[in-house]
């Protein structure tokens, strides 16, 4: 049963571009959670979805969308991209609201 | 709003005695609150959590936590440490009213270093 996957695993882009990161769930989970992970941080969430759908997003800005296909799979996209979003991106899904997340390995987003 | 501290950055004990990583809270209604590891280049790992009922918790690896309403705490205990339970350690909080439906708030991590 695989785990939590989360692509690319590195990636390095210059201010102002576009990323999309890309996170497949655990299998028989239908909720996803992204989260950033600045160094020497706890992880600070950015937005959940489920059923296809934003349900709940922490304080970040617009530039920060995403979106959740019908295999539950998700995509976490930043436009204009900032020094300052450089971070572990941590993709977590599980399996109604109050149960424990799984976390995938994350992506290394270098933004020079 | 909900919150979490850790209040010690690092803590060193030595192999065989026993760990404590401290864990306080704060949210509005009833907590939901989680422990994760994460060890070097890799994602969080799943300990243990608290919903309801009995106040200690039991979890991964001989870890347990004890959850204190009155002094919002839910710190993590194990009784004998092991070289291999170095690592980084985060204490989580969610919210139960629907309107907070998703939010974990994560403390900034431990940093827990056990030596031979």
């Known amino acids: 049963d695989a785990g939590v996957t989360q692509s690319p695993t590195h990636l390095i882009k210059t201010r102002g571009q576009q990323v999309t990161l890309r996170c497949s769930p655990k299998s028989g989970h239908d909720t996803v959670s992204w989260y950033q992970q600045a160094l020497g941080q706890g992880p600070q969430f950015i937005f959940q979805y489920y059923e296809e759908e934003e349900r709940q997003r922490g304080n970040f800005p617009d530039r920060f969308s995403g979106h959740q296909f019908p295999n539950y799979s998700s995509e976490l996209n930043v436009n204009a991209l900032l020094l300052g979003d450089s971070a572990l991106y941590l993709c977590?899904?599980?399996?109604?609201?109050?149960?424990?997340?799984?976390f995938g390995p994350g992506t290394r987003l270098t933004v020079l | 709003a909900q919150s979490v501290a850790q209040p010690e950055d690092q803590v060193n004990v030595a192999e065989g005695n026993p760990l404590t990583v401290k864990c306080t809270y704060s949210v509005s209604g009833n907590p939901y609150l989680f422990w994760y590891v994460q060890y070097p280049n890799r994602g969080l790992q799943f300990l243990l959590k608290y919903i309801t009922g009995d106040n200690l918790v039991k979890g991964s690896y001989g870890f347990e936590a004890e959850f204190n309403k009155s002094q919002t705490s839910f710190h993590l205990k194990k009784p004998s440490a092991l070289v291999s339970d170095s690592a980084l350690y985060f204490c989580?909080?969610?919210?139960?009213?629907?309107?907070?439906?998703?939010?974990?708030?994560f403390g900034d991590g431990t940093t827990l270093t056990v030596k031979p």
């Open positions: 977590a899904s599980s399996l109604e609201d109050y149960n424990e997340q799984f």
């Open positions: 989580a909080v969610r919210d139960t009213p629907y309107t907070n439906a998703g939010k974990s708030t």
